[in-house]
């Protein structure tokens, strides 16, 4: 019993330290594995950056590192598919590894807070949805509109302009502590749509999703921290996708640009807490502004 105590009572970093050991053996292992690896690290390793620049953003933020991911992606002539495929797959490792970092956060300091009260209630009602949607896009091969782009940038955009207005001109009642019955519908309905955003953009339901809860007046943190758990798993749910059924994925960029988010990601949560409600916000506004001019 006092050797469980005692890990339990050991710093998170150290707990983290096996895994991290693990994994870049790991990583080594493949890397050196595959035909000219000094090569493949010249042409490669600045990808390592991109990850951990996605992933800072993504979990910072709950909307997903394809913003950073797709534009780049377009500009290299990845082809729409090995796009999507290639941003999914980096994003398996940053958004793991921050909503791993969300949720020991919860359980560590915020498990009975009552403002945090709402956040396995809003993932739990949104996950299913969100999983839904995603593979109504790859179930019923759902083409993408050709001004999805645009209408998603427009929307971000203006969204994000509206929550600048709500930080700075809005009084605001007491935030709430506990969904709604329209709050259920609302998620229900954001997951479902936001899936099918998300199957084509690899971006959307974790921008939705906080951008709901932020105007709702829930906790900026938690709204963001439960972006980004199902962010996580949807990401995951993809990967049969893009793996097995119609496999595009630019390994290559994954093995730099992954372990780079997953950095990225272990980052995220403490660049939050530095940032108090307010500043998150305008944080959060500023990052959808670039959602939307990204994407546009």
């Not at 940053?94 to 709402?118: P, V």
């Not at 049969?240 to 290559?252: A, C, G, I």
């Amino acid at each position: 019993m006092s050797r469980l105590n005692a890990i339990k009572r050991m710093p998170l970093g150290l707990k983290r330290f096996p895994v991290l050991v693990v994994g870049l053996t790991l990583w080594l292992i493949t890397l050196f594995s595959i035909p000219n690896t000094f090569d493949v690290i010249s042409d490669y390793f600045s990808f390592l950056f991109l990850g951990v620049l996605g992933a800072i953003f993504a979990n910072s933020t709950g909307a997903g590192g394809g913003v950073v991911f797709i534009p780049m992606f377009n500009q290299l002539g990845f082809t729409e598919l090995q796009a999507v495929a290639t941003s999914f797959t980096i994003q398996c490792f940053g958004m793991t590894a921050g909503a791993l970092t969300w949720c020991a956060f919860y359980r560590r300091e915020k498990a009975y807070d009552e403002h945090w009260q709402a956040f396995k209630p809003i993932v739990l009602v949104t996950l299913l949805p969100t999983i839904l949607g995603l593979w109504s896009v790859y179930g019923f091969d759902l083409a993408s509109p050709s001004s999805l782009h645009h209408v998603f940038s427009i929307f971000s955009i203006v969204l994000g302009v509206g929550i600048l207005f709500s930080v700075y001109k809005i009084k605001h009642d007491k935030a709430p502590d506990l969904l709604k019955w329209y709050d259920v519908v609302a998620l229900i309905l954001i997951g479902y749509f936001g899936g099918i955003i998300t199957a084509w953009l690899s971006v959307g339901v974790g921008e939705v999703m906080a951008i709901y809860l932020i105007l709702r007046r829930f906790d900026v943190t938690m709204a963001v921290a439960s972006a980004v758990v199902v962010s996580a798993i949807i990401v995951w749910t993809s990967t049969p996708q893009h793996w097995l059924f119609e496999p595009n994925v630019y390994w290559h960029v994954v093995l730099f640009a992954g372990p780079g988010a997953v950095l990225g990601g272990l980052l995220a949560r403490h660049l939050v807490a530095r940032l108090s409600a307010r500043r998150l916000k305008v944080f959060f506004a500023l990052w959808v502004l670039i959602v939307g001019i990204a994407t546009l």
